[in-house]
């Protein structure tokens, strides 16, 4: 009867909390106050119906957004990883962000404790959404996604918080030096060179090259 019991608590409490290393595609119905969040937005390539697209013009294979997803999980954080409709307007998009982070801050959550991420396209809502976050600094990190946020028409956008910067050595996105030039403001800006020879397509796949250091600054970052 007790461990009847006991298992019924046990159930009942799982029900109505969500669990640090779980995949969302939306925020937790209920919101730790003490718990890590991080927001990964995926390339432009994902967005529709095929959470597997295939690149056929530049031979970069198929994004793998559930692998990506089951990679970058960890039990000291929720992931949250939404699905983009297709042609998702980046700016709307970082809207929707800004206010899911708000929400999060405004149930007790440590700005600290909020990461948001995200490749290609992706890199360019995270910026944008990093530029909205100002007031907040949370933490920031850009996937071989500094082309666009630096162009001359959108001179205006910083990103905030401390800062993680990941690019592919061939690949033409490049450095985000000038990302880190323009954005005065930043807690600090980290910068990482992976070396696979794949170009863009390293962020198609979880590879360690990129994870590995990701998972490690999100986790050390404070």
């Known amino acids: 009867m007790i461990r009847l019991i006991t298992s019924a608590i046990l159930a009942l409490f799982i029900s109505n909390h969500s669990i640090a290393g779980q995949v969302h595609a939306d925020l937790p119905a209920n919101i730790d106050r003490n718990a890590k969040y991080v927001f990964y937005s995926h390339g432009y390539i994902v967005e529709g119906d095929n959470p597997k697209p295939v690149d056929t013009r530049f031979g970069w ?45 405004e149930q007790g959550v440590k700005p600290t404790n909020i990461t948001i991420m995200g490749f290609s396209r992706g890199a360019f809502i995270t910026g944008l959404t990093s530029d909205k976050l100002s007031d907040l600094g949370v933490n920031t990190i850009i996937l071989a996604g500094c082309g666009r946020l630096v162009w001359k028409k959108h001179t205006d956008v910083k990103v905030y918080g401390h800062v993680l910067s990941v690019y592919e050595k061939t690949d033409k996105s490049g450095s985000c030096a000038k990302l880190a030039k323009k954005s005065t403001e930043t807690q600090s800006f980290r910068e990482i060179a992976i070396h696979t020879g794949l170009s863009h397509g390293a962020f198609y796949r979880p590879l360690a090259a990129w994870v590995d250091p990701v998972k490690a600054w999100i986790n050390a970052v404070k």
Do not use: C, W
């Open 61 to 105: 294979g198929m994004y793998d957004f559930p692998a990506i997803k089951q990679a970058l999980a960890d039990s000291n954080y929720h992931l949250i990883a939404q699905h983009r409709a297709k042609d998702t307007d980046p700016f709307e998009y970082a809207y929707t962000l800004n206010t899911q982070v708000r929400t999060l801050v």
